[in-house]
């Protein structure tokens, strides 16, 4: 369960985040929504403790972020290339992430063995650093890595963009496999309202940081938010 | 087109990160331009009196002898510090521009550099002394523009070796080789090249400088424009990589993960490797002291023992975590606690330390007191310097590009205010603690007293590593606001 509570970020006296009250609960899979400078990234960043609340708090849990650092054994974040060491073979970062949350060596073999399909061959034993992998394998890896050791949050910002369809298609699977085991409380942010849909059970719109639509996925969704993008 | 060229240029140079950052240290930039021109014009004046009142030689001569060192180092300086324009071309591909006219202004920029400017201020002086003291006009004016023109193709020639490591540490081990032949007197090289430099004065020889300059910006030139795609010249070369396990480091327990990491960073990036190439050269700083008379004291040996040991110490240590600046937010939401990163660094540095004193163990040649130094100045490094550059190095908030090799020396982060002051306990206090047990007791009181002084810093370990955990907490927020702006 994640609480926020008036929490705001004020930049140079301009609000970019401003949410009073906001509960994500356990199992949920949480999609949030928003154009450019919505303020996804920034709330995602609050919740991982990366920059200061202006403001309010954030309970992760039960942990407040910014006061304990409690949260961080049961919860797992990829925001962007910043969460990954570029000088290290794909395997050598899923071993580091793994030993950080108490696997061994065995166990993240097994875990990613099980993503061999998603990787496509490109990922495992292909003799590349992650800084020369592209974008997309990537990103891939950095998904991946966020799942290793059975985190209760998972945190994926923008995991759609960059990746193939094939991918695409292959990551919705994995988060919807996930979500359906309904004790991980998973948050994604996308700019594509279809994917959202499809792997959310409740999506929330944001607007220049403020919280504008808190809906439960129906199939009426994606018509809901089409209508509200157009404008 | 060269006035799109020039305006492209200025709002790169006005706007850039660095520049808007900090005008102090663009203050202190000037000031120490300024400071080595001024040297360099001292120099230039100096030498010719100084070779002529002391030395009883031909001043021109003389310098036309150690021109080829001059030169070489000065290549192996362009390589390790000036910066060849790559980067910015990429987004000049595309345009309707016309390739060679990128070439031409790319290369043309480079020959703006400081690197070439700083030599006028002193073969400027000098030449300029030397009509003064009745040398043949015309063959001074020769001689100036053949050095001109040779540094110049130094310059190109730097374009050339930047696309390859193996050139500039090939040009160093033949400088040190020949450097060596020269000093034990088997083979001296500069009979051979003084005869080229005396040319430029007393023949045509400038002509020759002039070609090879034309050569070196024509081949530069040429491999620039035939290497202009992404996929050639304009790319990061990739290099096979292989999974290291290191499972011998286990034995350290939980600290063995960040060990081993810190490993891979090391071996794998080239702005540490270039640290790592740094601080072995560290190991031979003693050889200055040991060898020189005026440096006979026994306090300087306390000096050289704690740089001949420390090397690794200094040039690693002091950028902790900022080694780690590109993945920091990683670092900060993983399940990490600081004490056991900061205690890896520690370890890191403590088995360098340990390392480069068994390395250094050559010293012994030089007599056993000389080693003692050494290893008394390892065990101060250890228990107090070691604290001491985590410490200084939590302070630091400069990214570090662990691609490029090219800050590794001068580096800005040298000229914070409270890294200075920590590093005054570094060196000096050492030396006064040796000074005090030397001359009230005995020179063995003095080693005593240091290594005393290093065994003392490990009770305060626990405490350090709390102050630093605590500077890493508050700091948090801005270091990775810092740690995301790259140059």
């Given at each position: ?231 | 087109m060269i006035k799109h060229f020039l305006t492209l240029e200025w709002k790169s140079f006005a706007r850039s990160?660095?520049f ?65 324009p790559v980067v910015n071309i990429k987004p000049l591909l595309y345009l309707n521009l016309k390739k060679s006219s990128v070439v031409h202004f790319s290369l043309g920029k480079t020959a703006l550099s400081?690197?070439?400017l ?99 910006y024509?081949?530069?030139a040429?491999?620039f424009r035939?290497?202009m ?259």
């Amino acid at each position: 369960m994640i609480q926020v509570k008036n929490l705001t970020k004020v930049y140079s006296g301009i609000s970019v985040l401003s949410i009073d009250n906001l509960d994500i609960t356990k199992g949920e899979s949480f999609g949030l929504v928003g154009n450019n400078g919505a303020g996804k990234t920034t709330f995602f960043s609050l919740l991982l403790d990366l920059i200061k609340p202006s403001t309010g708090q954030i309970l992760n849990y039960g942990v407040e972020v910014n006061k304990s650092e409690a949260w961080k054994p049961f919860t797992t974040a990829f925001i962007d290339e910043t969460f990954l060491i570029g000088y290290l073979t794909p395997e050598e970062y899923f071993y580091f992430i793994g030993e950080l949350r108490g696997q061994s060596k065995a166990d993240v073999d097994t875990f990613i063995a099980g993503f061999e399909d998603f990787f496509n061959g490109e990922i495992l034993k292909n003799k590349k650093y992650l800084r020369d992998l592209s974008k997309g394998n990537q990103k891939k890896v950095g998904i991946i890595a966020a799942l290793i050791g059975n985190p209760e949050v998972i945190v994926l910002d923008e995991p759609f963009a960059n990746l193939d369809p094939t991918t695409q298609i292959r990551l919705k699977r994995i988060l919807k496999e996930l979500a359906a085991k309904g004790d991980k409380t998973i948050l994604v942010s996308s700019h594509d309202l279809q994917h959202t849909v499809e792997v959310s059970n409740r999506i929330v719109v944001l607007e220049k940081g403020i919280v504008v639509k808190d809906i439960q996925t129906s199939a009426e969704t994606l018509k809901e938010l089409e209508a509200f993008f157009e404008g | 087109m060269i006035k799109h060229f020039l305006t492209l240029e200025w709002k790169s140079f006005a706007r850039s990160a660095s520049f808007k950052t900090n005008i102090a240290f663009k203050i202190l930039m000037l000031l120490g331009f300024l400071y080595f021109a001024t040297i360099f014009v001292f120099i230039g004046i100096g030498i010719f009196y100084g070779i002529r009142k002391e030395a009883h030689l031909e001043p021109l001569a003389t310098v036309n002898r150690y021109l080829i060192y001059y030169f070489s180092v000065d290549l192996i300086f362009r390589y390790m510090m000036q910066k060849i324009p790559v980067v910015n071309i990429k987004p000049l591909l595309y345009l309707n521009l016309k390739k060679s006219s990128v070439v031409h202004f790319s290369l043309g920029k480079t020959a703006l550099s400081g690197f070439n400017l700083l030599h006028a201020f002193f073969f400027i002086p000098f030449s300029v002394v030397m009509l003064v003291e009745g040398y043949d006009v015309w063959g001074v004016v020769q001689w100036y523009l053949g050095i001109m023109a040779l540094i110049f193709t130094a310059n190109f020639l730097n374009i050339l070796a930047a696309s390859k490591d193996s050139i500039a540490f090939f040009t160093g081990s033949i400088l040190v080789v020949l450097a060596g032949l020269h000093y034990y007197g088997f083979f001296d090289i500069t009979q051979y090249t003084s005869m080229f430099f005396n040319g430029l004065y007393h023949s045509f020889y400038s002509l020759i400088a002039l070609l090879l300059l034309l050569l070196s910006y024509y081949s530069a030139a040429n491999y620039f424009r035939a290497n202009m795609f992404l996929d050639a010249g304009l790319s990061v070369k990739q290099k096979t990589a292989s999974t290291q396990e290191y499972t011998w480091l286990n034995r350290f327990g939980s600290m063995s993960t960040f060990l081993k990491n810190d490993l891979r960073l090391i071996l794998r990036n080239k702005r540490s490797k270039m640290t790592l190439f740094v601080s072995l050269m560290f190991l031979f700083y003693g050889l200055l002291f040991f060898t020189s008379k005026s440096y006979e004291s026994p306090v300087w040996q306390i000096f050289a023992g704690i740089f001949v040991s420390g090397g690794f110490l200094f040039t690693f240590g002091q950028f902790v975590p900022s080694w780690d600046s590109s993945y920091y937010p990683l670092m900060m939401s993983q399940n990490i606690q600081y004490r056991e990163y900061i205690s890896s660094k520690w370890w890191l540095v403590v088995i360098a330390t340990v390392f480069s004193t068994g390395l250094a163990s050559f010293y012994l040649f030089f007599g056993w007191k000389t080693y003692l130094a050494v290893v008394v100045g390892a065990i101060y490094n250890i228990g107090v310097n070691a604290h001491l550059v985590l410490w200084g190095g939590a302070y630091i908030k400069q990214p570090i590009d662990l691609t490029s090799a090219k800050q590794a020396f001068g580096n800005k982060q040298a000229f914070n205010l409270k890294t200075m002051l920590l590093s005054i306990p570094k060196l000096l206090l050492p030396l006064g603690l040796f000074a005090l047990g030397y001359y009230l007791i005995n020179p063995i009181a003095g080693y005593l007293f240091v290594a005393l002084a290093g065994v003392l810093g490990f009770a305060f370990k626990n405490k350090v590593f709390s102050i630093i955990e605590k500077i890493y907490q508050t700091e948090k927020y801005k270091t990775i606001a810092a740690y995301k702006q790259k140059n």
